[in-house]
């Protein structure tokens, strides 16, 4: 079994993967830090991601679903941060990086999704003191071991 | 506690009114083509929003306090007198449907710089408390918290810790004697960290030392958007400050349009001093590393690229060339939209006007022709340097439903720093 | 004595005199209002120099951008005509040169009055123009105070009065000649104070504005 | 000797004049005085059959040119025939009689042509302390014409001085002098101003007057076909005003090469005669065509219109009154700049800086 213990062979490792394990594995990694917003917002995704069928058409619908709430969860210029909320927009970003058209090339959706999950964590450690991007980060590491081995 | 009244705001009118405003209000002749410059009036055909119409109070003040006449009819009392409810009634004229972007400025047959004219009369606008309530609480956030958007040191912190665990490269706070002081706008640090990033890997590769300030991070000036010299001085005055305490040779003003211009342009008129550094643009500062090689990049955008100016760079900063040398380095699909350079069309947010939450219906008609624009061009993807700039594309193109990743200049050109591609290339060569 | 030709010495005897008195000292009046406001000095680092840009932003103004005449094409040619037009008929008349000659000692060759004829009749048909677009472009219409028809009218009537004085229409040459003296009368006595102070104010307007701009490296 | 009721026909057959020479000259005539076509055909029959006109000329204040004009021809023309013709009952400089016997011959044509004689004054009257200034075998020129004029038929005011006052009237008008027509205002007047008037005018009036009767005459009693136009209309040097030639000294090239006198002052365009048509000394020339450009002396107070040699336009404007207006200009200005300056100080001291507390108004 593969270790993993930095961000140099924890992107080296997702390099290796093909766009759709890529973008299982993202799934993934939003999937862990789903506590920190709505699951439901998600609910489509997750099942989406389940279905081993879906096609590139209903993933695309999604997409645009999920920018939707991407955008709206912006923090304007000049407004009071929420920082709950800019932890819920990375969220958001990390769930689009999982419905990307796996077809287009040039694209690391895994890694992105687990950066973006990666400051979910460090926005929501801003709001509330407890969350841990560290605790996040090795988290993944070990998910993608798992993932990995489930291979 | 000092409460905002009518009386302060026309002094302030009274106070801010110079020789070129004087002459602009002498000169006009009612043709209305700043209307057709104007975004506002644009998409809406609401002759309310003429820019030079948006200026009637100050035209007033002008004539019945600086003019001849006019003081003969106010003597004789025939003057008509500028009132709370007409100033509130310009709330919206002066701030939400106006970003201040200078178009109007730039077509205007006689010359007259409408949106400087624009800038002075928010003076008397904030002083008479006729400011919107966003800006307003930009402006108190600022001035307590540091940043208009409420991100302490603490914050920053994190922002910093996780853009090192990301890059692996060590960012300083506070340290004296380096080159550059690198500035950061609220904006980005909530939004985009990724700018931080991509800062962090591009000094390293120039081999540059730099630093950021734990006491003036902040590059926006809330101030400057609400029309408050006092306000703005206060915080140009954190910057000035630190970068002369940490005594850096240059400050770099990140992707954000008023804040480049607050610094560089407005600030040594707030503190009544030159500096003792220089302001550059982070453009301008990467333009330059490029120009002495320090800026090796590889790889070309396989998407088709167009570059959106931000005004306060563009038209007002003078920073127009720059992005285009960096762009061409990273792509040989780049097309320019319509309006571009110093000629470019607003996003509709700048000037504080996407603080203005009640503003948004508005901005988002107004965005129209820019959408226009940008699909004329055909690009898959939108370049910006301005991170406002950025978000209100965003939700532009969101309203509108194009399909477009909109990306900011820094962080796609640290994306083919040549350190990074090594990955790149092994997985190209396996597709 | 004649009514008519009192008239004419008249107007352009002493009603001349106070005219021109009047547009001395208003011109003067307000450029001291206007310069006496001052202008704070810019202490930011300029990207390029400002008074040379200010300097060529008085010319290049003049040019309009592909933008502007897409919008407003009509107005913008229409406003060139009109002010070309307008600039012959006043100084290259040869009567007018005459009379610059005779206040200022300073004299240039005229244009044929064929030309100057055809160039009165344009800038009488583009003032029309103008007049009825004001009516109808709504943001014209929006902006247009009473001092806009002013201004129209006492640029108008020395035109078409100068135009029947030289084709000898209607009125007899004295008396349509004294009229056309005293609408210049009027309109030296009201330039000063109207609308069409612009006149002499534009190129500072455009000179500040290149300065402002010019500063930030930008030339619009 | 000629007969007394003797028509134009028979005097032309006592001189011999062939009938063909005088349809000719008849169709001269009739162009000279814009007659309609049929009137032009009626002419030469009309004037044949007229009546030898008895004619009185009263000159008052003039000097005499008027007269010298008319009678300057050296050689016997048809247009001096009509002159001829008429029956001059009374004229100081050309009447062979003189004292009473002149006065006498006056009023003996006024008794007998009563209602039926022709006035012709030539002169301004002057009527300032009671008209002393200018009399006639003791009467003043203004009582001569109030009773002369009673009977005439009409009344010709020859020359400016009649029609206009002229040079007696120009400022300060010492003798308070006046025109005809300030004076009768019950009688036919024409006027044939100039100074002096063309001779062929003259003539081509008199001739409307005895075949047609008064011309037609515009607001200041001209007969229109003589004065419709003004010189500048029909002046040869025309093309070069309108092409922006223009003479700017009389001894330099342009005044040389017969460029436009308009800047040299020449008052053609304000000017209404016929000069440029008819011209003088048998069609020799006119002023303009002589190098010098019209006065106007066909107008009204020529004599105070301005310069000879100031262009029409020119502004009569002392150098003193710029000056005094620049300097009021500045004066009112620097205090302007006082009161600007003020205000401005003023609304400095009144403003107390904004701080985030002050950006909004006391809830009502």
Redesign the interface.
Known sequence: MKTITNDKQFKATIDELSSLQNRKLATLFLQNVMGLTDKKKYQQLLTLASNKNATEQEYANLQTAIQTMVVETNARCGTDTDWAAQAEHFVAKSALSCVKDANRSNQNSAYDSAMYARMACNFASIADGKSDEQAETQAQYQILIQFLGDK | MSNATLEKGINSFVKMIDAPIASFFSSCVSCGMCADACLFYQETGDVKYTPIAKLEPLRRAWEQEYTLFGRLKKLLGLSKKITNEELKQHTELVYNSCTMCARCSMVCPVGNDIAYMIRKMREGMAAGGFAPAGLIGASNRAVEIGSPMGLTLHALSAQIKHAEKATGITINLDKSDVEYMVLLSSMELINFPEYLEAIAKIFKQAGKTWTISSTAFEATNSGIQIGSSDIARILVKRIVDSAEKLKVKTVISPECGHAFTAIRYEGPNLIGRKYNFEVKHILEVLDSFNEAGLLPTEGLEKEKLTFHDPCSLARKGGVIDEPRRLLKKVSDNFTEMTDHGARNWCCGGGGGASAIEEGEPLRLKAFKTKQKQIEETEATTLVTACANCRIVLEEGVEHYNMDMPIVGLTELLAEHLVDKPKQKLKKEAKQ | ??DY??L??LS??LL??IA?????????????????????K????P??NPTIIGIK??FT??I??Y??MT??GF??VN?IIFHVGLFIVVF?L???I??ID??IDL?W??????I?NFATVVTIFSMIVILVHRFT?????????SG?YV?WIVTFLPIISGYMAYN?LLL???LI?ALH?LSVDLLLIVLP?S?L??SF??F???????T??G?????? | MQKLNATLMDELNRRGISRRSFLQYCVVLASTMGLSPVMANQLPEKLLNTKRQSVIWLSFQECTGCAEAITRADKLTLENLIFNFISLDYQHTLMAASGSAAEEAKHNAIEKNKGKYILIVDGSIPIKDGGVYSTVAGETNLDILKRDAKDAMAIVSLGSCAAFGGLPQAQPNPTGAVSVDEIIKDKPIINIPGCPPIPNIITGVLAHVLTFGIPTLDQYKRPVAFYGSSVHDNCYRRPFYDKGMFATNFDDEAARSGWCLYKLGCKGPMTHNACAVEKWNGGVSFPIQSGHGCIGCSEKDFWDSGGFYESMASPVVSAETISMAAVAGVGVGVAATALNKIKKAKSLKNSEPVTIKDLKQEEA
């Not at chain 3, 060759?109 to 064929?114: G, V």
């Not at chain 3, 472009?137 to 105070?145: I, R, S």
């Not at chain 3, 500063?215 to 619009?220: A, I």
């Open positions: 004595m004649d030709m009192s004419l010495l352009k005897g001349f005199e021109l008195v009047i547009f001395i000292f208003g011109v003067l009046l307000r450029l001291f209002e206007i310069f006496s406001l001052g202008r704070k810019d202490l930011s680092e990207k390029a932003t008085i103004r003049s309009p951008s933008e502007m919008k407003r107005l913008i406003g290259l040869a009567p007018h005459t009379v005779r206040l004299s060759s005229p244009l044929s009055s064929q100057i472009h709504p943001v014209m219409k929006a902006l247009t105070t806009d201004a000898h007899p040459y004295n000649l003296i104070f609308k102070s612009h104010t534009f500072m307007a455009r000179y500040y504005s290149g402002i701009s500063r930030k490296g930008v030339q619009l």
